[in-house]
């Protein structure tokens, strides 16, 4: 190693309670940033997931109030329009009541062909149609509660009162890392039979209808086409691209999306701001070496390089770090938020972000040190030792 | 400069009995310093403060200066201007034949690592850096390679007495031996001038004695000129000539 890196290392070891700790700041830094950008991605991977041959009709007033179970047929009517679904929260709990997994009352055979990224074995598909007991989860929640085929799911209702218990008959793959593999399907046709004999106010009501056209480019025709269907009538609709959907979906948790990008950010800052400070008490108190440096003949080329090295080398070793550290931490959060947030991972992007913004902590914090030790006169190497 | 470096010129000071060179004190040498007429003040609150009024100075190449004179007289900025770590407001600052003022901050730089050796009053060491890496720090600035620099540190620090000290960091070392590190670093590259600014102020006698008798070495065995301020009348003695400035003039002066 040459003598100048020599220097730089020890220099960036001479205070190593202070060089821990600013280097820990970028490390918790890193990984703060990082999980706030993850937990950002997974909020926006829904939509991101959403297809754009989809169209998700609703009821106009609001998503908890239902549709007319007869809208379906007249959906189906229009022109571009190829199938529709249908899709309904069921909302029960398991066992202890604080499980909490996403279950849908579905028409299984139009539902799932408009989902082909739920792949689900011939077999599978065919025993879950034959019986209307049966229900279909993904793999991700199968693998959670330890389920297997034939397994009894007892759900306790909520919107629907009562003891509900399913078969588990299949189980089914996202085909893409999008595709939630979190959730369970159950038949529609069962759940309002059933709320027909009970009969329930909700009976005979979708959710939504999830709709699959044609050509993805008239969309925005369609929709409007479906609306107009409906106007005036006792439930009007809204419909949109099952992106736009999700969106909407998501606006009003949007603000909190902001304020935890906002956080993000702030997290650099912080850090920025405590990394320049360190600089700062290190190059003040290294004053007259820098004034020696000068006065050997050393030129700016070797002191930016001596001081910027140092920065770098501790933002990048402890970015690194704390972009390491990301993988594990944020496989245990997503664990811990699953629930809600099925799709938490550590985009390739996010760790090239944190260790970029590392980098650029360790660029901007020496930016004063820097200037302060260019302009340390030379003269101020005769005047003392310290 | 390279060629100087790799000649033998330290080896043969480590050796009291070769003859000394390019030094004779009864021939008139080319003047290794030449100020002229310079004046320098500083400002301090609104009022200026003249710290050396239009002085001149020559220097005979070899030679070896001791500079007096009361606390704040300019001793140190004169020698800032020679150094070349400082400049003149007016007058002319000309050493080795080089006006200083034709120089950017950046050849005046390239020229003191050529040059100028300095050695400080509180031996100004880098702390993390050990006496052989402290003492072949200004060889970075040369064109020798790794192998050849660390040759070189350790004959410097063999000829300053510390060849047995050459991993101790100025921590670990006395005040003599660092100051000894200072003057090894100072001569490495085989500066033609060497700046000392009170060297010996925070050593005792003894220690003050062994960095004297180096100097007194350095300037016979290989004719680097030498200028030294000091308060110490014994150290003066070391000297050829001593100067007594005061209140930015120099009164008189007297052989060594
Ligand atoms: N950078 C500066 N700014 C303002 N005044 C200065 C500066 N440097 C030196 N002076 C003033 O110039 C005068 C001469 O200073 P200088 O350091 O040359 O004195 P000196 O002879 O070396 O004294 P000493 O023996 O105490 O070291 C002093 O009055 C000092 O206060
Ligand atoms: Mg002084």
């Known amino acids: ?69 007869t809208h379906r047929d007249r959906i189906r009517q229009i022109p571009g329009v190829t199938r529709v679904g249908m899709a309904r929260w069921f909302g029960g709990v398991y066992v202890d009541g604080r499980r909490f997994f996403p279950q849908f009352a579905i028409d299984p055979a139009n539902y799932l062909s408009l989902y082909p990224e739920y792949e689900l074995s011939a077999e599978h598909y065919a025993a879950f149609l034959r019986d209307r007991n049966c229900a279909i989860v993904g793999r991700q929640l199968a693998v959670r509660f330890g389920w297997s085929l034939g397994d009894t799911i007892p759900l306790k209702g909520t919107f629907y009162p009562g003891e509900w218990r399913f078969r588990l008959c299949g189980v089914f793959r996202g085909a893409t890392p999008v595709a939630d593999e979190g959730q369970m399907f159950l038949h529609f046709s069962l759940l309002n039979e059933r709320l027909r004999q009970e009969d329930h106010p909700r009976k005979d009501q979708v959710g939504v209808y999830v709709v699959g056209i044609e050509d993805a480019s008239r969309a925005a025709s369609i929709a409007m086409l479906i609306d107009s269907q409906f106007r005036n009538s006792r439930a009007e609709t809204l419909t949109e691209t099952e992106r736009a959907f999700h969106l909407s979906f998501l606006e009003m948790a949007s603000t909190i999306m902001l304020v935890i990008e906002g956080v993000s950010w702030i997290v650099l800052l912080v850090v920025l701001i405590v990394m320049a400070n360190a600089l700062a008490m290190t190059v003040r108190e290294r004053r007259s070496e820098y004034a020696t440096l000068k006065a050997l003949g050393f030129g700016p080329r070797h002191l930016v390089a001596l001081i910027a090295g140092e920065s770098l080398l501790l933002a990048t070793t402890a970015g690194a770090l704390g972009c390491l550290l990301l993988l594990p931490v944020a496989a245990r959060v997503g664990l811990a938020v699953q629930d809600f947030l099925p799709l938490l991972t550590v985009h390739p992007q996010t760790l090239l972000q944190g260790m970029l913004a590392a980098i650029g902590v360790g660029c901007v914090a020496v930016i004063w040190p820097i200037w302060y030790v260019l302009r340390v006169p030379v003269t101020a190497a005769l005047r003392s030792s310290d | 400069m390279a060629a100087r470096l790799a000649g033998k010129t330290m080896s043969e000071a480590a050796e009291p009995e070769m003859p000394t060179h390019a030094l004779n004190a009864g021939k008139p040498a080319a003047p290794m310093v030449r100020l002229s007429a310079v004046s320098k003040s500083y400002w301090r609150g609104g009022e200026q403060l003249t710290v050396l009024n239009n002085l001149s100075l020559e220097v005979a190449a070899g030679d070896f200066i001791a500079l007096m004179g009361p606390s704040g007289s300019g001793k140190s900025t004169l020698l800032n201007l020679v150094a070349g770590i400082d400049r003149a407001d007016t007058g002319q600052v000309e050493v080795a034949g080089v006006d200083l003022a034709t120089l950017d901050e950046g050849a005046l730089a390239d020229w003191r690592a050529a040059n100028v050796g ?42 300053v007495g510390l060849a047995d000290r050459l991993d101790h960091r100025p921590g670990e070392l006395s005040g003599g ?80």
């Open chain 2, 177 to 256: 031996q660092q100051q000894r590190v200072a003057i090894a670093r100072a001569v490495v590259a085989d500066p033609r001038l060497i700046v000392a600014d009170e060297p010996t102020g925070d050593l005792d006698r003894a220690a003050g004695a062994d960095v004297l008798a180096l100097l007194g070495r350095l300037n016979e065995g290989l004719g680097t000129t030498i200028l030294m301020v000091t308060h110490d009348q014994h150290a003066a003695r070391a000297a050829r000539r001593v100067l007594t400035l005061d209140k930015g003039v120099l009164v008189d002066s007297a052989g060594g």
């Open chain 1, 1 to 69: 190693m040459g003598l100048l890196a020599r220097l730089l290392l020890r220099n960036l070891l001479r205070h190593r309670l202070r060089t821990l700790l600013t280097g820990l700041g970028i490390v918790i830094a890193v990984l703060a940033f990082g999980l706030l950008r993850s937990l950002v991605d997974a909020f926006h991977a829904g939509a991101d997931a959403a297809s754009a041959t989809r169209l998700i009709t609703r009821n106009a007033v609001s998503l908890t109030v239902g549709l007319p179970i």
């Open chain 2, 118 to 159: 300095f050695i400080f009053q509180f031996y100004n060491l880098l702390p993390v850096l050990n006496a052989i890496e402290n003492v072949e720090l200004p060889l970075l600035l040369t064109g020798l390679h790794a192998d050849a620099r660390r040759t070189r540190a350790r004959q410097v620090l063999g000829l």
